[in-house]
């Protein structure tokens, strides 16, 4: 018996007719063009899931001029930090969004000079449709690349030394007075703050919403430690503040990561948790639930972060001028505070 030829695949002509619509209509559609009505988008989108049409990418990459890619670039030479719970979470949440996308990501570490020739390449061989950027510090090499390539663009947090126009971001100032507002109203007058990096804006966002927190009750800002978002920073900066102000009575550290190494010291100087001094983070990862008492922390949803991030960015690619976005925080009570 002889073999079965191959089905062979539709032609975008043959989409158009069985749509009803011109040629350059359907291809509109398939190349996800605006000005679309939704009547000539459904009778295209009809005629390709019945006939199995399946667009040729290099022909759509020449016809759009596009590659099909968005970046996230990080200012960090680590690559390590991918595995980090709040960047994991990150990119778990623009690849579920570029799920509902043709587009495909490309992770790029970009602090070291190295790391930032890449990006310059990539970007002015137009390399990427657009690129988000993340753990930016001060006024970083990358915000000036980035602005010189003429891309989209969408920022995790802002930058320091400029606005930018589109942003996705959690309401940090919001939930770090929500934390300290909590450690105030259980009694505790006391309360130091672990901050993030004071080079980045999410460090100071905080350390701004701890001192309104204060201020605002008439409390004085007791004292103030720099970490650097890990446990080892946490750690170090809680041994600080016990050396300095042994009284203090309640922490409000910017990070779980951070709060969970300030427990682990407060546990071995005799410190009881929350009898002696309550504790409260900031984000509501996984290590929240694991410390030992569990965390009292500020929940932000990080895969939603990645998640808009990405969807802005699309709506850039297409033509559209989204709005930048701020993300609700709210408190998660645990045993820890």
């Given at each position: 018996?002889?073999a079965q030829?191959p ?12 749509a009803?619509?011109?040629?350059s ?19 295209v989108?009809r ?7 399946l667009?040729?990418?290099?022909a ?5 001029q596009?590659t099909?890619?968005v ?9 390590e930090l991918f595995?980090?719970?709040?960047f994991a979470?990150v ?12 587009l ?10 190295r ?13 990427v449709?657009?690129?988000m950027?993340m753990a ?6 990358l915000?000036h ?9 969408v920022?995790?947090?802002r ?7 589109w942003?996705v971001e ?20 006391r309360?130091v703050?672990i901050t993030?990096?004071m080079?980045?804006?999410v460090?100071?966002a905080r ?8 201020i605002m009750?008439?409390l004085?800002p007791?004292?103030?430690?720099e970490?650097?978002f890990?446990?080892t920073?946490?750690?170090?900066a ?5 050396d300095?102000h042994?009284d203090?009575?309640?922490i409000?550290?910017?990070?779980d990561n951070?709060?969970a190494?300030?427990?682990r010291v407060l546990?071995?100087?005799?410190r009881?948790?929350?009898a002696?001094?309550?504790v409260v983070?900031?984000?509501?990862l ?20 990645g998640?808009e ?8 690619i297409?033509g559209?001028?989204?709005?930048s976005?701020i ?11």
């Amino acid at each position: 018996m002889a073999a079965q030829r191959p089905r062979r695949q539709p032609t975008l002509d043959e989409v158009a007719e069985r749509a009803g619509v011109s040629r350059s209509a359907a291809s509109r559609v398939i190349n996800k063009a605006p000005h679309v009505s939704r009547a000539t988008r459904d009778a295209v989108e009809r005629a390709i899931k019945e006939m199995g049409y399946l667009p040729n990418r290099t022909a759509r990459a020449l016809a759009t001029q596009r590659t099909g890619i968005v970046a996230l670039a990080v200012s960090h030479d680590d690559p390590e930090l991918f595995a980090d719970p709040f960047f994991a979470q990150v990119i778990v949440g623009v690849s579920a969004a570029l799920e509902e996308t043709d587009l495909h990501l490309l992770l790029c570490l970009a602090s070291s000079g190295r790391g930032r020739s890449r990006l310059t390449n990539l970007l002015h061989t137009r390399g990427v449709d657009g690129i988000m950027l993340m753990a930016l510090h001060g006024d970083d090499p990358l915000t000036h690349i980035v602005r010189r390539a003429g891309l989209p663009t969408v920022y995790g947090g802002r930058p320091l030394d400029f606005e930018p126009q589109w942003y996705v971001e959690s309401d940090n100032v919001g939930g770090a007075r929500l934390a300290t507002d909590y450690l105030i109203s259980l009694g505790r007058t006391r309360i130091v703050t672990i901050t993030g990096p004071m080079s980045t804006d999410v460090g100071r966002a905080r350390h701004r919403g701890y001192r309104e927190a204060m201020i605002m009750t008439g409390l004085t800002p007791y004292a103030t430690a720099e970490g650097d978002f890990t446990e080892t920073g946490g750690a170090a900066a809680m041994k600080s503040l016990l050396d300095s102000h042994p009284d203090l009575d309640a922490i409000f550290a910017a990070s779980d990561n951070m709060a969970a190494g300030a427990l682990r010291v407060l546990l071995d100087a005799g410190r009881s948790v929350p009898a002696d001094v309550a504790v409260v983070g900031f984000d509501d990862l996984g290590i929240a639930e694991r410390t030992d008492p569990p965390l009292t922390t500020v929940h932000q949803s990080v895969q939603a972060l990645g998640q808009e991030m990405t969807r802005m960015l699309v709506e850039l690619i297409a033509g559209h001028e989204p709005p930048s976005l701020i993300l609700p925080t709210k408190l998660v009570l645990r045993d820890s505070a």
